[in-house]
T-cell receptor, first 112, second 112 residues
Framework: NAGVTQTPKFRILKIGQSMTLQCTQD?????MYWYRQDPGMGLKLIYY???????DKGEVPNGYNVSRSTTEDFPLRLELAAPSQTSVYFC???????????FGPGTRLTVT | GENVEQHPSTLSVQEGDSAVIKCTYS??????FPWYKQELGKGPQLIID?????GEKKDQRIAVTLNKTAKHFSLHITETQPEDSAVYFC???????????FGKGTRLHILP
């Protein structure tokens, strides 16, 4: 049981490039989340999903897109990378509301 | 928008002493309050949570108290040990789908 896995661990992008951060969970959780963590700022919710085919915006969705075609996978897409998107990105999953969220190890992204 | 305030941002305590971290929340409808611990280079991990129908919860050296009237909740760690050194986040559920909003975190240092 691997839990929540994220790839890549690190990535450097040039301004204007695009990329997809991958997230997979093997716990059969319906709920999945994407957060970004900036120094001293805690975790901010980007997008979340309550089940396959359903996604919704969080606190800071601008500049990002998501899809949820399967229960296991919840990729995060950056279309036109900007320096403001330099951050550590965490994916998480849970079995429902008011339940523990299980976090992946994170992806450290630098946009220069 | 709804938010969670957390204090202090940094806390240093002697090994064996107690540590207290305090949070306030703005959404009176919040009903779930988890606490997460994040070690360096890892994703956050749930250490304890409390629901709005309970005033206090304890798990070994960790306890959480909730005052719904005042909209604040606190984490108490007793008999602190070196492995307690980490960043701690409080959080509260808000809005549709009970999304989780995190505080900005407290960096706890346990001094030898």
């Amino acid at each position: 049981n691997a839990g929540v896995t994220q790839t890549p661990k690190f990535r450097i992008l040039k301004i204007g490039q695009s990329m997809t951060l991958q997230c997979t969970q093997d716990m059969n959780h319906n709920y999945m989340y994407w957060y970004r963590q900036d120094p001293g700022m805690g975790l901010k919710l980007i997008y979340y999903s309550v089940g396959a085919g359903i996604t919704d915006k969080g606190e800071v969705p601008n500049g990002y897109n998501v899809s949820r075609s399967t229960t296991e996978d919840f990729p995060l897409r950056l279309e036109l990378a900007a320096p403001s998107q330099t951050s550590v990105y965490f994916c998480a999953s849970s079995s429902g509301t008011g339940r523990e969220q299980y976090f992946g190890p994170g992806t450290r992204l630098t946009v220069t | 928008g709804e938010n969670v305030e957390q204090h202090p941002s940094t806390l240093s305590v002697q090994e064996g002493d107690s540590a207290v971290i305090k949070c306030t929340y703005s959404d009176s409808a919040s009903n779930y309050f988890p606490w997460y611990k994040q070690e360096l280079g890892k994703g956050p991990q749930l250490i304890i949570d409390i629901r709005s129908n309970v005033g206090e919860k304890k798990d070994q050296r960790i306890a959480v108290t909730l005052n719904k009237t005042a909209k604040h909740f606190s984490l108490h760690i007793t008999e602190t040990q070196p492995e307690d050194s980490a960043v701690y986040f409080c959080a509260a559920s808000i809005g549709r789908d009970d999304k989780i909003i995190f505080g900005k975190g407290t960096r706890l240092h346990i001094l030898p």
